[in-house]
């Protein structure tokens, strides 16, 4: 890895520039945009010039000269105005990335604003009451990326899963079946699966249903007290909707490999007197107010007008308690927040969730379990319409005097998810003027997120037997199912965060293309190297020693450039997690791939009559094999065996 080289590096010249000038200097090593110019760079005499008021160059000189340089570096050049370029011995690093570690311990050690403490991440947050749909697939993808990395990098990571199973969305629903339909709790029990694509159906008839007669809205605000309250028929029904839904979440998530820590229901937080605590809170430390005249009346509001943060709003100040008593979603999640850093002074009671591998929150639970909350950091990966919602929670708990967690508390923000032309009229969702087309649950317009990996895995099945018909057909359904979650997980995380994406199958699933699928094709090409080599009797374990030993000039500057952006994975990986641009996960795999597969047909490996120099393309392309394995794995692509 250039993790540890690196830090090496800094370490000795900041010596040497102790030593030599007797300055205190924390030197930054970069890498050179071309290999030509060194593997590493060091600008440290440009920076120390204007102090020691001498010419870049002849510091980088004296520095140059005599300095006892770390093993592994094969020459130090002075270049420029006066960097100090680095080389690195090719084969002896190369040897090393054949078993060094991608994500050394040491690594974690070095992340900014952790503090090795727990980080909390929530994400995926699907209101209970009705299917997913393909824009709550970017939010989990990109949380299950989040933790993956982190946990990669060394840091403790909690994953949460919350569930507002007392909200408007699920009290609509509720208010589908009992006052639409007439259906009892028993009889919505028994309606057969999938209950979540019954419930968007509904959901949207009870949209129309409300707009034929607003006054009957009122409903709606019997019911949310109802679900509050846990009581009656409705509470009934509204837990058993929010359950049966949650399941077929879960079930739908796992199809892509993403799972959770626990399960946080709003209705324990209720349940529990979290809010009271919290509104107690604030109401003690001056943050909110009793309005009592305008269109608040009677309301507790947080008055945010004269902070800057929300300074030139029309209407910055937020209901935190309505007129009737009922608490907003960000009161809520103000109570939740300051619970994630351990800050309420209350705590849930824990039960496992049908499973166990999975915790929910409970109002009475099990005497053994594992210690939620008490984060150091929290990230909630919610999208970028909710950013304002999530700045009321952060001054929430800076006016209750957390300061510290209210700059640790960080909103993950993501645009979001529209259908390309298209794949909107294959999906028969249509598209208007030819633009992407996006998506609204209230009126029932959307793909549903298991639709759209079925229509995957369908397209998938008939690229690959098109392509492959030895396979059998268990074969090619596993094949097909990789293939579909690679295509979703990749395209969700390729494009930064800042940018709504237009979701298109044919790129999606394109073989040769930016896609998941790309990827694959990529590690099972390595594989198949390997295999072939056995098969001819030159396979068999690389062995470091020898590949140390390997004449340098075997090592040819494009090989040398696949094994340089390997040896960078952990580099980006932690990047991607500190700035939260996940996307540089992505497109590095991206890139090494690309850089293999523009190698592939120049340097064979089985082929070649130079013994030497086809153990140097072998290593070569193990080393890329590992990472972009390690990359894979990351981003939740499957491996197939072959394809």
């Excluded at 540890?4 to 000795?12: D, G, V």
């Excluded at 020459?75 to 105005?81: H, N, S």
């Excluded at 100090?84 to 570690?101: G, I, Y």
């Excluded at 999906?427 to 649950?441: I, T, W, Y």
């Amino acid at each position: 890895m250039l993790g540890p080289i690196k830090r090496q590096l800094a370490a000795s010249l900041a010596r040497e520039i102790h030593d030599r000038f007797g300055l205190d200097h924390d030197p930054v090593v970069e890498i050179p945009p071309r290999r030509s110019l060194g593997d590493l760079a060091l600008p440290a005499p440009l920076h120390l010039a204007r102090t020691l008021r001498r010419k870049p160059r002849e510091i980088a000189e004296e520095l140059a000269s005599g300095w006892r340089l770390p093993e592994g570096i094969r020459e130090l050049r002075v270049e420029g105005a006066g960097y100090l370029n680095v080389f690195l011995d090719r084969p002896r690093f190369a040897a090393d990335l054949l078993t060094a570690p991608f994500f050394p311990a040491a690594q974690a050690e070095d992340a900014e604003g952790t503090d090795g403490g727990k980080i909390v991440v929530e994400h995926t947050n699907i209101n209970p009451n009705k299917a997913a749909h393909i824009g709550h697939l970017r939010n989990a993808v990109l949380g299950d990326l989040l933790v993956r990395c982190l946990r990669a990098l060394g840091r403790q990571v909690e994953v949460q899963n919350y569930i507002d199973d007392t909200g408007v969305q699920v009290a609509d629903v509720v208010v589908g079946f009992c006052d639409i339909e007439g259906k009892t709790v028993a009889e919505v029990a028994s309606l057969p699966e999938p209950f979540d694509y019954y419930c968007w159906d509904l959901y949207a008839r009870v949209g129309q249903w409300y707009e034929a007669d607003p006054t009957r809205q009122k409903l709606r605000r019997d019911t949310l007290h109802a679900l509050e309250g846990r009581e009656g028929e409705r509470a009934a029904m509204g837990e058993l909707v929010a359950r049966r839904i949650v399941v077929r979440h879960l079930q739908t998530m796992a199809r892509l490999g993403v799972s959770y820590d626990l399960l946080t229901h709003e209705s324990d937080i209720l349940a529990l007197d979290f809010f009271d605590v919290a509104f107690e809170q604030l109401k003690a430390n001056g943050a909110v107010r009793l309005e009592s005249e305008g269109k608040n009346e009677g309301c507790w509001v947080m008055p945010l007008t004269d902070t800057p943060e929300f300074a030139g709003l029309e209407d910055p100040d937020k209901v935190i308690v309505r007129s009737d008593g009922t608490v907003t979603y960000v009161g809520k999640d103000i109570a939740y927040q300051l619970w994630k850093f351990g800050l309420l002074g209350k705590d849930f009671g824990y039960r496992y969730w049908m499973e166990k591998e999975l915790w929910t929150t409970a109002v009475e639970g099990a005497e053994d379990h594992p210690a939620f909350g008490g984060a150091e950091r929290v990230v909630n990966v919610i999208d970028a319409r909710q950013s304002y919602l999530q700045k009321i929670v952060r001054a929430g708990l800076e006016a209750l005097g957390h300061r510290e967690a209210a700059e640790r508390s960080v909103h993950f923000a993501y645009e979001m998810v529209a259908l390309s032309p298209a794949t909107a009229r294959l999906l028969g969702v249509e598209s208007e003027d030819g633009k992407a087309r996006e998506m609204s649950g209230r009126k029932g317009i959307g793909v549903k997120a298991d639709d759209l990996i079925d229509r995957l895995e369908e397209k998938a099945r008939e690229e690959i037997a098109a392509r492959n018909r030895e396979l059998s057909r268990e074969e090619l359904q596993e094949l097909a199912r990789e293939l579909a979650v690679a295509a979703v997980r990749f395209f969700m995380v390729k494009t930064s965060t800042t940018r709504v994406i237009a979701f298109d199958l044919d790129e999606a699933l394109d073989f040769e293309g930016e896609s998941g699928p790309y990827l694959q094709y990529a590690l099972v090409r390595t594989r198949a190297i390997e295999r072939k080599l056995a098969e001819a009797g030159k396979g068999g374990a690389l062995e470091p020693a020898t590949a140390a030993a390997a004449d340098p000039e075997l090592w040819s500057d494009d090989l040398w450039d696949l094994v340089h952006a390997a040896a960078q994975v952990a580099d980006v990986v932690e990047k991607a997690a500190s700035t939260l641009e996940l996307s540089l996960v992505a497109r590095h795999a991206l890139e090494l791939a690309q850089r293999f597969n523009a190698l592939y047909h120049h340097h064979p490996v089985l082929h070649e009559e130079n013994e030497a120099l086809s153990q140097v393309r072998r290593v070569a392309f193990a080393v890329f094999r590992r990472a972009l394995a390690a990359l894979t794995a990351l981003l939740g692509v499957p491996e197939p065996e072959r394809m």
